[in-house]
């Protein structure tokens, strides 16, 4: 999970802040409590690019975790919901998960 999902899942959510809050990539390497150079290998898919299986529940956690990152959340709230998204997406192990 570690070495795979937690970069696609900062990923997901570093291009979403980008694209639906206008946020630059410093505003969002506070709000994800990374480096701004982590964003923007995120943001150019030079680090977690891996994708997540496109999955309906995955991507509604996601868009919904991003709306809560941008209004604000401490470290250990940010660490809650990444546990809450990585338990959604071991219970999709079923299919194969990266692609």
């Known amino acids: 999970m570690a070495q795979n999902v937690f970069p696609a899942i900062r ?37 977690g690019g891996k ?10 956690a996601i868009k919904n975790l991003s709306a809560m990152i941008n209004k604000g959340l401490t470290k250990e709230q940010l660490d809650e919901e990444f546990c809450k998204i990585c338990k959604i997406i071991s219970n999709n192990m079923k299919c194969p998960m990266l692609l």
């Open 11 to 47: 990923a997901m959510i570093a291009l979403e802040l980008q694209k639906n809050y206008n946020l630059n990539q410093s505003e969002i390497a506070k709000k994800l409590f990374v480096s701004q150079p982590a964003i923007s290998q995120y943001i150019r898919q030079l680090r």
């Open 51 to 60: 994708k997540i299986v496109e999955n309906s529940e995955i991507r509604d």
